[in-house]
């Protein structure tokens, strides 16, 4: 990335390269560092299947149901920009560490719970410990590997972690809420948390003083405000609609601030987010075909989960086993992917990976309100398995791997942001489609199982568009 600011005249400041490795067990530090990456996409899906439990325990309504989502997505997609910088700033192990602790903490309280707003509150302490912790952790394993070959790999493990995460979130969240009750999908991070706090230490070097610098505080507020309100309009399209108000309102704040956040980059000696690095043509096309995966696949297992559970009559165990195929042939293809990267190209197998995602999600599209899970579901799970396992590690790769160490957190920063905004602007848009549809369908007379099916077809046949438009904007990338 051609951007390397000074810090002497106040521009943006960079972490001192290392004068050695930053760990001696690097591989070891990277299965930590991945367990952390792990819980903060599963934290995004385990709680869909526990929702009807924690309704009923805690008295709250379907709106106020959909909050404990967004109260997670909203300040960890706004904050992720500023939380890579802060850790291209202050340490990326530094702040590693303080969004792991924030995260543990956030979580016991969530799992404790004794009121909506209480569960609300923890639910945003734990999406912004997220937006600390994701991108400083993205930071470290490119310090960890610096050789192209073994960078490769790990951030094929890398993007694996994110793409498995997401698949095991409905998985996990049946199997614990069946077993022990809704607090356990909260409680499952405080002991894998406290072993991320406890090796990370010892796993990776101390971070090395920085030449201060001044934050861009303007910057940073109009680009959080922008995202924060970007994202509270998506959701706020499926709880009141399109012309509501408050729709109307919140995507009128999120263009004037990010207009704002453009201006302010274009004059400040010390932008969060230097404008030139999006003439990185990898680092561009990296994050935007991430923002079209996340898109399709938030959309994805938001509605497989409900069409196992209200068509197909799943019980939440059940549904959540479902998920085991998809997440296996997921793993299986992030281990294979850096050799096909090697064969013939990161963009040649990101688009690959992508034509294959959506070929899947248009053959579930065809699935029957009567569906057989082994003759209808089973073939199309494995193929999006597979997609998805290889999009999210090329696309990942594609988005950081050109970075200078100083940029690093805020390439992790940019990448998470992209999957996270991504996903909600999946979620708004095709479950908005899938409700129209199924309006539709029962206007006409449809049974009610039939109308749902119809829904999700509409809504899988969206997601295999946003894929296909994911393999476009891969063309742009270099070879």
Known sequence: MNVKPAAADGSAARPAA???????????????????????????????????????????????????????VLPFGGLLLLGGRL????????????????????????????SSGMLLAARALQGASAALLAPAALALVTQLFPSAADRTKALSLWGAVAGI??????????????????????????????????????????????TPSRLDYPGAATITGALVAMVGALSA?????????????????????ALAFVLIERRSSNPLVPLSVFRNRNLSSGNLAMLLVGGAMVALFFALSVYMQAVLHYDALAAGLTQLPLAGALVIVAGVTPGIVRRIGLKA???????????????LAASPSDADFVVDILGPSILIGIGL???????????????????????????????????????????????????????????????????????????????????????????
């Open 165 to 210: 995460g997401s698949a095991a979130g409905v998985l996990l969240g049946g199997v614990l809420t069946a077993a022990i009750g809704w607090q356990a999908v909260f409680f499952v991070n405080v002991p894998v948390g406290v072993v991320v706090l406890a090796l990370i230490p010892a796993l990776v070097t101390r971070d090395r003083a920085s």
């Open 349 to 363: 197998t990101l688009m690959g990976s992508l034509f294959v995602l959506a070929g899947g999600l248009v053959w």
């Open 237 to 257: 399209v499926e709880q009141v609609g399109f012309a509501h108000p408050i729709t109307i309102g919140l995507g009128a704040a999120a263009i004037v601030l």
């Open 87 to 114: 850790a291209d700033r202050y340490g990326h192990r530094r702040l590693f560490l303080l969004g792991v602790l924030g995260f543990v903490a956030a979580s016991m309280l969530a799992g404790l719970s004794v």
């Open 18 to 72: 290392q004068d050695g490795p930053r760990s001696t067990h690097r591989w070891f530090a990277l299965g930590i560092l991945a367990l952390a990456e792990f819980l903060v996409v599963l934290d995004a899906s385990i709680v869909n299947i526990a929702l009807p439990e924690v309704g009923t325990q805690l008295g709250m309504d379907t709106v106020a149901l959909a909050w404990v989502i967004t109260a997670y």
């Open 389 to 479: 396992g290889a999009a999210f590690v090329t696309a990942t790769q594609l988005a950081v791997d050109d970075v200078d160490g100083g940029e690093a957190g805020l390439a992790g920063g940019l990448i998470n942001t992209s999957q996270q905004i991504g996903g909600a602007l999946g979620l708004a848009v095709l479950a908005s489609v899938a409700t129209a549809r199924t309006g539709a369908l029962e206007a006409a007379g449809a049974a009610s199982a039939d109308a749902l099916t119809g829904g999700f077809s509409w809504l899988f046949l969206g997601a295999a568009g946003f894929a296909l438009l994911g393999s476009i904007a891969a063309l742009r990338a270099r070879r």
